[in-house]
């Protein structure tokens, strides 16, 4: 073994490249690996997000017959809490 007086040199310029090449790859990386995500935000009538529901999964065709069935029993929930008879709902466009 041999050990030398002078001081250890650290290399910032090889470490910073080394860094910025991970982060430049990390960001590669979730670019490609990132999926659109849709959704949709029921509010309250004073503009409060209440639900929150996002598409995932390989059964994308339901998620609007999902959405649809969640709006309708929303009206029909407010209709009865209004004292109405729950009707056929009318969905907002």
């Not at 040199?9 to 999926?35: D, H, Q, W």
């Amino acid at each position: 073994m041999m050990f030398s007086s002078e001081p250890m040199s650290t290399s910032y310029p090889k470490l910073f490249r080394t860094a910025a090449s991970s982060f430049v790859a990390v960001i590669i990386m979730v670019a490609l690996t990132s999926r659109k995500t849709h959704g949709v935000q029921f509010k309250t009538n004073t503009g409060v997000p209440a639900l929150l529901i996002l598409q995932a999964g390989p059964r994308k065709n339901e998620f609007m017959q999902f959405v649809t069935a969640i709006q309708e029993a929303i009206i029909r929930a407010e209709q009865v809490v209004d004292g109405k008879p729950p009707e056929a709902p009318q969905l907002p466009r």
